[in-house]
């Protein structure tokens, strides 16, 4: 099945009332003091934005939230901006000193220049002026990591402060694609769970690989994932799998592969002869003296 959909307008009405100040609804996605992750180069103010009609392409990935309590958000907050400057540079470079090939088309998937990809971000750490540092994974349901490593889009992550978990966003005024990603998390999700150690099915907006970025910049109907169109003025949702109806999204449950062990076994019984086929292919053999 195939759709394509246009979010409503409660979400960003709710995300700017919030950004007046009114508490609202407390619905969704809220990263506190949001602000905060304002950029530390401002490039004497100049701006590399990408172009009025530029779109980020990304696409619905479920993980499984864990709720945490207010006071253990504020400290991986603390934390990240700790780590802040080494997760931007290990998106450019290895460890090693070679190029991070995954985080640089991750970079530019966002629109950034290569000029701000390898000086501001891989040598300084920092994230250009009209640009915002996102979490993929929000902080207040990261309670997971505290349980072990975490299936984070097919990868074992053993923390929220990787760069695996982060991706620079456009966010100057007309070209807020960061506001409108959060937006359309908390159209998809609702309500992040308030109690503490409530567990959900959350879905992220996650960027392509570099192999499916490639993929779809050949022909964007050749990726067969629900995709998250994102551009300065909103969002839609693409869904392109050929048969949503029997792929199982949900994340493993806990933090083994029980539930995709559980999907695969599914899919491989789907491929097996039912008894009804093997008792009526049974009976044509009878009838024809086989």
């Not at 307008?9 to 809220?30: C, H, L, P, W």
């Not at 807020?176 to 150690?197: C, F, T």
Request: glycine residues 8%; hydrophobic residues 30%; positive net charge.
């Amino acid at each position: 099945m195939k759709k394509e959909y246009l979010y409503s307008d409660e979400a960003r009405k709710a995300r700017s009332a919030r950004k007046k100040g009114k508490k609202g609804k407390g619905k969704g996605n809220k990263p506190f003091n949001h602000q905060n992750n304002a950029p530390q180069n401002n490039n004497n103010g100049e701006m590399h934005l990408p172009p009025d009609d530029f779109e980020v392409v990304m696409k619905w990935v479920p993980i499984e939230a864990v709720r945490i309590s207010p006071e253990a958000n504020r400290a991986v907050y603390d934390e990240y901006n700790e780590q802040r400057e080494r997760m931007l540079k290990e998106t450019v470079y290895n460890p090693d000193g070679t190029e991070n090939k995954e985080g640089i088309a991750r970079l530019r998937q966002a629109g950034l220049s290569d000029k701000d990809i390898f000086e501001t971000i891989g040598q300084k750490g920092q994230t250009p002026n009209g640009f915002n540092y996102h979490h993929l994974f929000p902080r207040a349901v990261s309670g997971a990591f505290n349980e072990g490593p975490v299936n984070f889009g097919g990868e074992m992550l053993t923390s929220i402060h990787d760069w695996r978990c982060m991706m620079v966003l456009p966010y100057a005024p007309g070209h807020d694609i960061h506001h409108n990603v959060h937006d359309a998390m908390d159209e998809r999700n609702g309500p992040i769970p308030q109690k503490e150690g409530k567990r959900k099915t959350y879905y992220i907006a996650m960027p392509l690989t570099a192999e499916e970025y490639e993929l779809y910049k050949a022909n964007p109907k050749a990726l067969k994932e629900e995709l998250l169109i994102v551009d300065k003025d909103g969002y839609r949702t693409v869904d392109q799998r050929e048969d949503s109806t029997t792929i199982d999204r949900r994340p493993p449950p806990g933090n083994g592969g029980a539930g995709l062990q559980a999907a695969t076994k599914a899919k491989e019984n789907d491929k097996k002869p039912k008894n009804n086929d093997v008792l009526v292919k049974a009976a044509k053999m009878r009838a024809q003296g086989r």
